[in-house]
């Protein structure tokens, strides 16, 4: 079974502008969320999608939106760019039922903000 | 607040000896805890979990340690081996919440 895509792997952008992210969870996955790594706040939750509806969201501002599709692919959203975004956005993906609650990341995406 | 914390940054243990990762927390509304072990520009991989309601899991070289009391938990890796060399994070789920929450991560170092 395929690991969880994302793409693009990195990215480079300037102040202002805005950026999509985009995350396959592993087949048959409904859930995906989306962190932030950054080398000074760690990890970060940034929002959970399932069927389509958020159900859980993070301490981030609304610069950071996201959405998932009807085949369970999501994708994340950041506007107007700051410096401060610059980091490892990770994609996890987790089935649906089942006695575990593991998460299972993809790769990342690496994005740059100059 | 860090509601995970790992007060280890960095622990190096000599191959085949037992390396011990440790974690607190302070929120005991977590109800589910996760080992993920990181390389450099990869996604965390899923090493092993347990549930509040027990005090230890094992999988194979790998097993966790939980005490509700002291609201610590530990990850063993016996015997180490090289190819454990990585950054361990520790997790931890809130009740009925799928947003994990993670500790600063400690970089492990298996020397030969």
């Known amino acids: 079974k395929a690991g969880v895509t994302q793409t693009p792997r990195y990215l480079i952008k300037t102040r202002g502008q805005q950026v999509t992210l985009s995350c396959s969870p592993i087949?048959?996955?409904?859930?995906v969320s989306w962190y932030q790594q950054t080398p000074g706040q760690g990890l970060q939750f940034l929002f959970e999608?399932?069927?389509?509806?958020?159900?859980n969201k993070g301490n981030f501002p609304g610069r950071f939106s996201g959405r998932q599709f009807s085949n369970s692919r999501s994708e994340m959203n950041v506007s107007t760019l700051e410096l401060g975004d610059s980091a490892l956005y990770l994609c996890?993906?987790?089935?649906?039922?089942?006695?575990?609650?593991?998460?299972?990341f993809g790769p990342g995406t690496r994005l740059t903000v100059l | 607040d860090q509601q995970v914390k790992q007060n280890s940054p960095s622990l190096s243990v000599q191959e085949g000896r037992i390396s011990i990762l440790n974690c607190d927390y302070t929120?005991?509304?977590?109800?589910?805890f996760l080992w993920y072990k990181k390389y450099p520009a990869e996604g965390p991989t899923f090493l092993i979990s347990?549930?509040?309601?027990?005090d230890k899991n094992e999988d194979g070289r790998f097993t966790v340690f939980l005490n509700k009391s002291a609201k610590h938990l530990s990850l063993h890796i016996v015997p180490s081996q090289p190819g454990d060399s990585a950054v361990y994070f520790c997790?931890?789920?809130?009740?009925?919440?799928?947003?994990?929450?993670f500790g600063q991560g400690t970089r492990l170092t298996i020397n030969p």
């Open positions: 996890a993906s987790r089935p649906t039922g089942g006695a575990g609650n593991e998460q299972f």
């Open positions: 999608y399932f069927s389509e509806t958020q159900r």
């Open positions: 929120n005991s509304m977590f109800d589910y």
């Open positions: 997790a931890a789920l809130p009740q009925g919440a799928q947003k994990l929450v």
């Open positions: 347990i549930s509040s309601i027990k």
């Open positions: 087949s048959g996955h409904r859930s």
